[in-house]
Each structure stands twice: as structure tokens, then as C-alpha cells.
């Protein structure tokens, strides 16, 4: 997700830190690569150029030149303004009629993300519907009957052989109601092309269904071409919002910025992968952050605090307290991590750690994963005895083991090791309270600092990373 504007604009900021003094010139120079750099991430031209000039007109001023650090100011100067273009958080509308219609174009992933907002409503206690009026596209209408299926909602088709959306809205607001209460996800038609037929079509639509929320769906390796788009649709159906879709599978992403400033319209969700939970509520500031490599601390918290059990993470930190380590204990933090990396993967979960960036590029999903899983299966192939008591596994054992998980012997002897590595920290009561905090969030009171000191442990050193002044990281 803007791993290639993140890149860049690291590039431009490391010129100015670099600077006893910030000059008008030296912050020309850095401005024109920043505004480089946003080009290339297909930002709109005109909301490139207001950028810079914004930033640049206060980065000059008499107040920046008197700090201590003025090239950290300028990040400060550059992050304030990018959650300004990016807007204020919207929480999505479900006033009366409770009524969401999905607009976009084809390729978008209308229906894919109708789905996925379906499974966060119904996560947030709500009961949705899912209502199909796409009736151009091929299979469409069933791929929204198998996504439905799979997430446990109702899904409307409307009868086969119809080709008139305006009678298929009509027969699904019918459907509707013969349903009772619930928050209502409309799927339409999109074209490859925008074109005039398409807009009077949903203009149509609009008008019978009356929705809360008329959203539109688009993807973030749209390019140039954002502008017009997100300009068209929402002269054409007023639209109340805006879900960028694939930004895990496009380095520049800028379409996002620029939707949003054209627009005025807030964005609402971001779509992050091809997995039915992959949808996150979107939030400017953390976005922002995102974009400098600062991280995003205060979703990986929230993450955990929904995926991770806090019984059973404060009865592991105990028995790591008590150094009474073993493969239990190992599976069972490994099925911690498998639980945070659902998501985006290891490479998702580096992305919201602040300075992790380029890491997760060097990190591969697939093969953490698939290791992962050869662990797993080593220790599950062990008899309860063995996973408690370790030191017993000898080389018969190991063989016994090895053939039980499919796994050459090398990878068990690799695991003994691991275990031994990890037992002897636990040894260390720094090292191991470390990680006890970290996977209990601090304990009852500590909040944010046992995750704090695990991040400035992987950054080396101990410390958390330096914010610009003025910028804290989050407390809880």
C-alpha cells in the first residue's frame, strides 16, 4: 500500500534532515522531487501542485527556520496537510432507510466488496442483505449468491432473464420488505467504460431505491483516470462516499487522494486483499502515517484486541513469567500470530509497524506461512508428553515425529533449536517481560508500552522510532 510514494517521498525528506539550515532553495528542490514523486503515484496534477505549494508556503516561513530540527518540521507540515486532503473519518450512514447502493466500474470489485461490507455489518451486531441488480455482467449475480452463501447472508436474484434494472429494483425493494429489518447492500451494474447509458441506468436505480449511502467502488491502480470517474459518478448519483479497493496489490495508490480531494466525499472503507475480512474502516490520520512509514500502531492494537484472547494471553505471559516454556506454549503463540497475519500476512502486519516498510517487502507471505505450517505440523505429530517435556525427544523420537508431519529431520533438529533459543530468553527477565507486555498489550494499566518496547527492540536499540515534534504516538 504506497510502498512506492512512501519510497519515494523517504528519499525527499532525507535531503532536508540532512540540513543544518532549511533555505527557501533547498526546500524548492525537496518540494519538486515530493511533487515528482506524487505524479508518479498517480496523484491528480492539480492536487499534487496544491499540495506542495501548501506545504512548501509554510516550510519557508521564519517560525520553521528557527527550530531545532526543521527537516522533521516539514514531515510534521507534510503529514497535517495529507490528513487534510484525505478528510475527516466518516462512520457509513445507516439512518433510515438503511439502504447502501454499490456504484463503480466494471473490475472495481463491486460485488466482492458488497460482500465484504455484508460480513463487517454483520461483525457490528447487523443483520444485512444483499441485493443483486448487476444483470449485464456474466455470473454476477451468482458469484453474489456464493459470497452470500459463504458469510451466512440473504442475497435477492432478481428473475431469470430480466434485462431491466429499473423492474429488477423494483422486484428487489418487494423482496425487501418480505424480509423485515436489515441493513440493505444494493449491487449494480458497472460498465468497462464510463459512458452515458450507464449513469442514466443508475440514475434510475437511485431513484427507486432512495439510499442512505450511495457509495462508490474503485480501484486504487485506476490512475489518471480517478478524477473523471469519481467527478462523473457523483455528478450523477450524488455520491455519499468513497471505497477504494485492491490497495494491497498496487504500489502507487494515489487515485485514493485524489477521489477524495475532487470529490469532497469522504472515504469510507479500503479493501486490502482478496479475503472476505479484508475491508478496513478507513482513518485519515493512520493513512497518513502509513504513507511517511510511521506505522499504524493504533490498528494492529485494535487488531489484536479483536483476534487475540486476553485470558489466554495473560495465562501464556505467566507460565513465560514462571519459565515453564513448551511446545504448547510455542503452538499456541504461533496460533496468536496466524490470528494478527490473517489479514495482510506477515508483510501486512510489518506495514502498520512504524519504520517496517521495507522490511515487509523482504518478508514473503507464502513462505512464512508455509513454515508456519511445517512447524505446526512437527509439533502436533509429538505426543502430549514430548510437547511438555522437550528434552526427551531423542533421535528416535525425532524420526518418529519427522514421519508423522511429512517433515525431513533437519526441520525438527532446526525446531529443537528454535525452542532452546526462545527458553533460554525466557530466562531473561527483561527479554521475556518484554514480550509478556507486548502480547498483553502492558498489563491492566501499561496500555501501549509493552507493544512499544517489543517495537523498539525489533528497530534495535530499545527505543521507539523519532516522531517529528509535535507528533506522539498513540496512548491507550
Not at 440514475?203 to 462523473?232: C, F
Request: proline share 4%.
Amino acid at each position: 500500500m504506497f510502498s512506492s510514494l512512501t519510497e519515494k517521498l523517504e528519499l525527499a525528506f532525507k535531503k532536508l534532515r540532512g540540513q543544518a539550515k532549511i533555505s527557501e532553495s533547498n526546500v524548492t528542490d525537496a518540494m519538486e522531487d515530493i511533487r515528482m514523486a506524487l505524479l508518479e503515484a498517480d496523484v491528480d496534477f492539480k492536487v499534487a501542485k496544491d499540495l506542495v505549494t501548501t506545504v512548501k508556503a509554510q516550510a519557508i516561513g521564519a517560525e520553521v527556520l528557527r527550530t531545532v530540527s526543521p527537516g522533521q518540521q516539514i514531515v510534521k507540515i507534510f503529514h497535517d496537510e495529507l490528513v487534510k486532503i484525505l478528510g475527516q473519518a466518516a462512520p457509513l450512514s445507516l439512518d433510515p432507510p438503511q439502504r447502501i447502493l454499490m456504484t463503480g466500474l466494471n473490475g472495481a470489485g463491486k460485488t466482492t466488496t458488497s460482500a465484504k461490507l455484508a460480513n463487517w455489518l454483520k461483525k457490528q451486531g447487523k443483520r444485512p442483505l444483499l441485493l443483486a441488480l448487476d444483470l449485464y455482467r456474466p455470473a454476477a449475480i451468482q458469484q453474489l449468491q456464493v459470497l452470500g452463501q459463504q458469510i451466512g447472508v440473504p442475497v435477492f436474484a432478481p428473475a431469470a432473464g430480466e434485462t431491466d434494472p429499473v423492474k429488477a429494483a423494483k422486484a428487489a425493494l418487494e423482496w425487501l420488505k418480505a424480509q423485515g429489518a436489515g441493513v440493505a447492500i444494493f449491487d449494480t451494474a458497472g460498465r468497462q467504460d464510463l459512458d452515458e447509458d450507464l449513469l442514466a441506468e443508475l440514475k434510475k436505480v437511485r431513484e427507486i431505491v432512495q439510499p442512505s449511502e450511495t457509495l462508490l467502488v474503485a480501484d486504487a491502480a485506476t490512475g489518471q483516470q480517478a478524477v473523471s470517474v469519481a467527478q462523473k459518478f457523483n455528478e450523477a448519483v450524488g455520491i455519499t462516499g468513497l471505497i477504494m479497493t485492491k490497495l494491497d496489490g498496487d504500489a502507487r495508490g494515489g487515485a485514493l487522494l485524489s477521489m477524495r480531494q475532487v470529490t469532497g466525499r469522504p472515504v469510507k472503507f479500503l479493501g486490502v486483499g482478496e479475503k472476505i475480512e479484508q475491508l478496513e474502516v478507513f482513518h485519515p490520520d493512520r493513512m497518513a502515517q502509513r504513507i511517511l512509514d510511521m506505522g499504524d500502531v493504533v490498528s494492529l492494537v485494535e487488531k489484536a484486541a479483536e483476534e487475540i484472547d486476553e485470558k489466554e494471553a495473560m495465562k501464556m505471559a505467566e507460565r513465560m513469567q514462571s519459565n515453564k516454556f513448551d511446545f504448547n506454549d510455542m503452538l499456541a503463540q504461533m496460533r496468536m500470530m496466524k490470528k494478527l497475519t490473517s489479514g495482510g500476512g506477515i508483510g501486512g502486519l510489518l506495514g502498520m509497524l512504524p519504520g517496517m516498510s521495507k522490511m515487509k517487502d523482504m518478508v514473503s507471505n507464502d513462505d512464512a506461512e508455509r513454515k508456519m505450517k511445517h512447524t505446526e505440523a512437527l509439533i502436533l505429530s509429538m505426543t502430549p508428553k514430548e510437547r511438555q517435556r522437550p528434552e526427551i525427544i531423542n533421535g528416535q523420537r525425532r524420526k518418529r515425529i519427522c514421519n508423522g508431519a511429512g517433515r525431513p529431520v533437519m526441520e525438527m533438529n532446526q525446531l529443537l533449536k528454535q525452542f532452546e533459543m526462545m527458553k533460554k530468553m525466557m530466562k531473561n527477565q527483561g527479554a521475556m517481560m518484554q514480550m509478556a507486555n507486548a502480547m498483553m498489550g502492558g498489563g491492566a494499566g501499561g496500555g501501549m508500552g509493552g507493544l512499544g518496547g517489543l517495537l523498539g527492540g525489533m528497530g534495535g536499540g530499545g527505543k521507539m522510532p523519532k516522531l517529528p515534534p509535535g507528533m506522539k504516538f498513540p496512548k491507550f
